[in-house]
């Protein structure tokens, strides 16, 4: 049977909105402000930008390289690349490490997304308003433990990731990005001067952007590394694949330095939208997680129309939240479509159920959760990162990696290849062995004190 033929992108504003929306995803609202929150604040910022700089930008336009030169799925491209290098078809593990990551951290991802749409319905219907904070996040407490309510969301949240993928990537993927990206956007800004009207926004800008390095310590620089590079996208095989669908004129240099500037745009842009209300409240900035299911909701049933406001923020992070999930079952999707002969629609469906499944065990254990985000951002998606950084940095020849960004200066170029062959593969590398060492330590603390 003929191979499909592969996909492109119609437009350069159709393929910056789908990596943008890939690349901004619930990271950018949930992880980054109490990571942020807990690791100094503006300090953290600025380490964070600089590791963008340093790593995540000419790891990204490795990723986008290698697609672009493959015209295949991440796997199939990493093993073209390497064999018209002369190299062994074996580094296509980098693309299979990348996409299993991926697939693991949608099983859950999906999960958390259920409970970012169950918080639309719930804030649009004023269910919080005039309640105390207590009681707030007790009812997050309430409903994350429901685990029946907590498959629903997780199911509904689903079923839309796999609709708008098996439509394809020109009919499905960049045009809902297309949609939904100008929306995120003109939300995000307009949530970002309600806030400033009613919140302190002069304490959220001096503890995003005052700078205080005597709480700066080495975890702070690990999670800002992570943070970094996860938040992109990174590591995943989505970048690779969507890189694959660039035509060959497409100047790859300035398509990533945007894309990362955008992801970095939001999550400052975010922290903006969300700490005039931290502070206006007196919610604790290093709340972890909490600050975004309890603190905030407690924060919205306090002020006038709150419950709009709530509704339209769990909306941005719903928008946010859906992009990336497109982007990470696309990527499975067009590796199995590549090595079979079942149909788009056919194949998005089965996936999607398939993670869906593995979704409902975390739905049902929250153990489980631990255990898929440990794998994935602990192990696959820096080991991912790594390998690639090795690949494109040592393995592949300088003329194949300088043909691919022709556009990019010589002094551009030297950057990228000296970053990927010594900064980025030392960076990676200390967050495999402390992400792994703190995991192994927060295991011997649940195996000896249950906590």
């Known amino acids: 049977m003929a191979a499909a033929a592969h996909a492109h992108w119609s437009s350069r504003f159709g393929f910056l909105m789908a990596a943008i929306g890939s690349s901004v995803g619930l990271g950018n609202f949930w992880r980054f402000p109490y990571t942020a929150g807990e690791n100094g604040g503006a300090a953290f910022v600025l380490i964070y930008l600089a590791c963008i700089l340093l790593i995540g930008f000419p790891i990204l336009m490795a990723e986008l390289s290698v697609g672009r030169y493959g015209q295949k799925s991440a796997i199939g491209s990493v093993q073209k690349v390497a064999m018209d290098n002369g190299s062994s078809r074996l580094w296509a593990a980098t693309g299979l490490v990348g996409l299993t990551g991926g697939i693991l951290v949608l099983c859950f991802y999906s ?50 990731t796999i609709l708008v993928v098996a439509q394809g990537v020109t009919g499905g993927i960049e045009r809902a990005a297309s949609i939904l990206m100008p929306i995120f956007f003109i939300m995000l800004i307009g949530m970002v001067i309600y806030a400033g009207s009613v919140g302190d926004m002069g304490a959220a800008i001096g503890y995003l952007f005052a700078v205080d390095f005597s709480e700066v310590n080495g975890q702070t620089f690990l999670e800002a590394v992570g943070q970094a590079f996860f938040s992109i996208g990174l590591g995943s095989a989505i970048m690779i694949t969507y890189g694959s669908y660039l035509d060959k004129n497409a ?201």
């Open 111 to 160: 999960v958390v997304a259920g409970w970012v749409m169950a918080y639309i319905f719930q804030m649009f219907a004023g269910n919080f308003a005039g309640q105390s904070p207590e009681t707030v996040a007790g009812a997050f407490d309430t409903f994350s433990a429901d685990s029946y309510q907590v498959l629903g969301w997780h199911t509904a949240f689903m079923v839309m």
């Open 251 to 451: 100047n790859i240099g300035q398509s990533a330095g945007i894309i990362s500037a955008a992801d970095s745009a939001v999550a400052l842009i975010a922290g903006l939208a969300i700490f005039p209300f931290v502070f206006a409240f007196s919610i604790e900035p290093a709340s972890g997680p909490g600050l975004f299911f309890q603190a905030l909701p407690a924060a919205f049933a306090q002020m006038p129309g709150g419950n709009i406001v709530g509704g339209a923020f769990f909306i941005l992070a719903l928008i946010a939240a859906l992009t990336s999930s497109i982007s990470l079952l696309q990527a499975v999707v067009a590796w199995i479509e590549e090595n079979s002969s079942f149909d788009k629609s056919t194949i998005t469906w089965m996936m999607g159920g398939f993670i869906w499944l593995v979704g409902a065990g975390v739905a049902f254990s929250f153990p489980f959760f631990d255990l898929l985000d440990f794998l994935s951002s602990s192990i696959a998606l820096p080991l991912a990162g790594l390998l690639m950084a090795v690949f494109m940095g040592w393995v592949v020849d300088r003329k194949i990696a300088q043909a691919q960004l022709s556009h990019a200066s010589p002094m551009l170029f030297g950057y990228f290849r000296f970053v990927l062959r010594f900064f980025a593969p030392v960076a990676l590398t200390l967050i495999l062995i402390l992400g792994l060492d703190s995991r192994f330590e927060w295991g011997i603390s649940v195996m000896l004190f249950g906590n």
